[in-house]
């Protein structure tokens, strides 16, 4: 038992002291870095004395290092675009050519040609157009009409007729007829009444 107690006392001395010598050694550490600590900004050099010994230029060797010398090969030539540059390129300086304004003195007025050239100018677009052969391909016949376009027409031609005025001039009353035309008329009325009612009946 004293064996047991003896050993105990032992090993919580040896724990006490191993701790008591962590903690001495921390502090002592701490003490030692809050010093390198002050000193290092404390710390005050003079300026150097500037010294021309160098023979050549510092910074220019520097950017020399720093920079490597770039080398690029010739591109090759890639037909990939989808439209003429060329044209484009004529194009554009076409429109700037018709965007400048060339101020031109007003030319005098000289009336010494001894024929009319407006006349002449249309005569000649006259016969151009009458010169020109037009070349016009039969159309394709489509049976897709749902009706008689002669019908429709002659219908239109009956309706146009019944419309027309015909302004002719007066007859002068010749009294040739040997019988009396109103009375003969409202006879042939008569009788064309009769027979209405004969038929409704």
């Known amino acids: 038992m004293k064996t047991q107690d003896t050993f105990n006392n032992n090993f919580s001395s040896n724990r006490t002291l191993e701790i008591s010598v962590w ?25 150097e004395a500037y010294i021309d010994d160098i023979p050549f230029n510092t910074e220019m060797v520097v950017s020399e290092m720093m920079m490597p010398e770039f080398t690029f090969d010739d591109e090759a030539n890639i037909n990939d675009i989808p439209f003429s540059t060329a044209t484009i390129a004529a194009k554009i300086h076409y429109n700037d050519a018709l965007a400048v304004a060339y ?33 016009l391909d ?49 006879s042939v009325m008569l009788d064309n009444t009769r027979d209405i009612y004969a038929c409704t009946k």
Do not use: G, R
């Open 138 to 186: 039969d159309e394709a016949y489509v049976e897709d009409i749902p009706f008689s376009t002669e019908e429709v027409v002659s219908a239109y031609h009956f309706q146009q007729a019944f419309e027309v005025e015909f302004n002719m001039a007066e007859e002068t009353e010749v009294d040739d007829i040997p019988f009396n035309t109103c009375l003969i008329a409202s």
């Open 23 to 47: 903690i001495i050694t921390l502090l002592v550490a701490a003490i030692l870095l809050i010093s390198l600590s002050t000193s290092a900004t404390n710390l005050k050099f003079e300026d």
């Open 103 to 135: 101020p031109l003195d007003e030319e005098t007025y000289v009336d010494d040609i001894p024929f009319n050239t407006f006349s002449i100018a249309w005569e000649v677009e006259q016969a151009n157009n009458m010169s020109a052969a037009l070349n």
